[in-house]
């Protein structure tokens, strides 16, 4: 009886981890603002004494949070500024992300970096087109190239 019990459960808590993509909810992600370093994961391997083959990561980063946890960041829209200029990286930045319990990688919604003492936007400039993006690429107007700088604040 018991046996078949925990049979019957466990295959019950099998099933709830198959979530078909499809069946996802907004309700099953977490969003939350969260403040430390973004650097690359052999850097925060070696921070905190890990040895591993650094060869399979040698290209992720990941946010290591001003209270120590590491949240690995995907590379889309809101990530790909951290994987494109390594001089985003290793400076105090408050990120807000979007997690997802069942993916150990996290989705970037928002980046601020601090400069000068302020939270300020970073973002990728064309004077000619004055079109602004969120990571280094040519201009998607005149084909130029574009400048770092932060938002001018209002």
Known sequence: MLKRFLTTACLLWAASLAVDADDRRESDYVE??????????PEIMTRKAIKADFGPLENQVALLSSKGRVLPILSDDGGRL?????????????????????????QVIHVEIEHEGRWRIPQYYCDVCTIAVRYPQICLCCQGPMEFRFKPER
Do not use: I, N, Q
């Open 32 to 41: 939350m603002t969260v403040e430390g370093r973004v650097l690359g994961m």
């Open 82 to 106: 951290f994987f494109l200029d390594p001089a985003m990286r290793d400076r105090p930045a408050r990120l807000k992300l979007r997690t997802s319990p069942d993916l150990p990688f996290a």
